[in-house]
């Protein structure tokens, strides 16, 4: 398995990022992660030779608005695009005019999918529901022996640590600073998601999703890995081209 941080903003694009997309790639098949602004640059990494699935965590539009950019790919095997049931209806409602170019002009086949907890997939896969202001899943895949944990909107749940539990990489968000006390249940600050980390026994933890006002740059994402490394020590702040083989 090899992970492509496509996007690790949250919230609105800057120079430092853009929104959340996270491309999984195995021999079998390329599994995305959300597609926030940064899915544009899945056009020129994706190859003909394996299916796509996209999972969309939920609809806030850091984390779609670049199926905007859909016009520009040419993927000839497709896009499956998987939801929540209700956020697939919706998802459906916003791809189409006038808000952006209806499938049926896009050069790549989308096909829809409502996730219901019984879908099968050439993988593992888990979904639960995380902790957000709107109705938002966290997955987990897992393909020979190996497993993701994608957590991203939450504040501290039970369902992040039990999709993380014993995950080779977790992946979670990092929306809050550093001590940041407020009682925001909605998000995470790096000592919260290494917690997460710790406690579900994950092996590694990537940390994105930053929030870009309290996030600025590059410094201060690297500041928040060392925050979380006192408490997990195998952490990484993503950025925007991140690679994790
Ligand atoms: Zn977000
Ligand atoms: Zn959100």
Not at 155 to 172: P, Q
Not at 176 to 181: E, L, N, T, V
Not at 182 to 199: C, D, G, N, V
Request: proline share 6%.
């Amino acid at each position: 398995m090899k992970i492509t941080f496509l996007g690790t903003n949250g919230w609105y694009d800057t120079g430092t990022g853009n929104t959340s997309c996270v491309l999984v790639e195995t021999d079998a098949c390329y599994i995305i992660f959300d597609a926030g602004s940064g899915f544009r640059k899945a056009r020129d990494l994706v190859l003909p030779d394996k299916p796509v699935f996209l999972f969309i965590s939920h609809l806030h539009l850091d984390h779609l608005i670049g199926l905007h950019t859909l016009p520009l790919f040419r993927f000839t095997q497709g896009i499956d695009i998987y939801a929540g049931p209700r956020e697939n209806i919706l998802l459906r409602g916003f791809l189409k005019r006038p808000f952006t170019s209806p499938p049926l002009l896009l050069k790549t086949k989308l096909r829809f999918h409502a996730l219901d907890g019984n879908t099968r997939f050439p993988f593992e896969f888990e979904m639960r529901r995380l902790r957000h202001s709107v109705p938002c899943y966290g997955y987990r895949i897992g393909y020979q022996g190996r497993s993701v944990a994608y957590c991203t909107d939450t504040g501290e749940c039970r369902n992040l640590a039990r999709l993380a539990r014993g995950a080779d990489l977790l992946i979670t968000e990092c929306s809050m600073s550093p001590g940041d006390k407020s009682p925001k249940l909605f998000h995470l600050t790096p000592e919260a998601a290494a917690r997460a980390a710790r406690s579900s026994g994950a092996k590694r933890l990537a940390l994105f999703h930053f929030d870009p006002q309290k996030y600025p740059g590059l410094g201060s994402r690297k500041r928040a890995e060392d925050v979380a490394r006192k408490i997990f020590p195998n952490t990484v702040a993503a950025n925007d081209g991140t690679e994790i083989v």
